[in-house]
């Protein structure tokens, strides 16, 4: 493991190379470009406040407030997530042709996805102040600590996928109905208090739960992410990045073979 991450640190420029191409790449030949970065969670924000704050009527507090600090780390786990399944199928050429770690192309692909949602909590930051809640200091500095987590988590998930798609396709597929079911399983759009008890530690199952809730603790609340959460979150985003990295490194011998 110390010589694979010796390996990858050697080929950091490869990485920001990747990177820069993936962020400039993304909305290229559109006509709003970049803007698509604010435009596109902002249109799930105005969906589901409409769903759930006007039909199925939401006692929360500024709704929509509560529901962009939940959608933007959520929008960074999906896209990793089922962008995974086909980052390296989609670099065949790259990989069957050059020598290089390939673990690479998943961090590169992730790495840029987490970059457009650090301009993405621009949006954020913006309906905090408008809305007049404010930020708590003491909080905020959590905030990098949550981030990385939800970064290393969502890094070992699209390793374990990007590297099972190569030799299971349809896993793209799958993942895909996953995710939309994904989301409802994450309180995002609802307080863990709505959940009903016996239902409460099947959604504390779920990875994402800990780290939703510590992004409102910090932005919603105001309050520093308490113990619990942390520890979970710490543990699930260490497992998955250990997990994710393993099965990577066992099944990346015969991609050449199997693109």
Partial sequence: MVR???????????????VRRELR?????????FLWTYINPLCQVVVYSAVFSVIFR??????????????????????CVQGGTTCVRAQAEMVKKIAFPREVIPISYVTSAFVNM?????????AVLVSGFGFRWEA???????????????????LALS???VYFRDMEQIVSVLMMA????TPIMYTVDYVPEQY???????????????????????????????????????????AGALIFMVLERNFAEEM
């Fill in 25 to 33: 790449g993304r909305y290229k030949g559109s006509v709003l470009g």
């Fill in 163 to 165: 590297a099972a798609t």
């Fill in 4 to 18: 694979k991450v010796k390996e990858l640190y050697a080929y950091r420029d490869m990485v920001r190379s990747l």
């Fill in 200 to 242: 409460r530690r099947l959604i504390m199952l779920n990875p994402m739960t800990p780290i939703v809730e510590m992004f409102h603790q910090i932005l919603y609340y105001r309050i520093e992410p308490t113990g619990p959460y942390l520890a979970l979150a710490g543990a699930y985003s260490c497992v998955a990045f250990l």
């Fill in 58 to 79: 939401v006692q929360i507090e500024k709704f929509y407030l509560y529901l962009i600090i939940g959608m933007m780390p959520w929008t960074f786990f999906n896209t």
């Fill in 140 to 158: 905020m500095l959590y905030l990098p600590l949550v981030m990385l987590l939800e970064y290393l988590l969502a890094l070992g998930i699209a």
């Fill in 182 to 185: 994904w989301i409802y399983v």
């Fill in 118 to 126: 650090l301009f993405s909590f621009a949006i954020v930051f913006l």
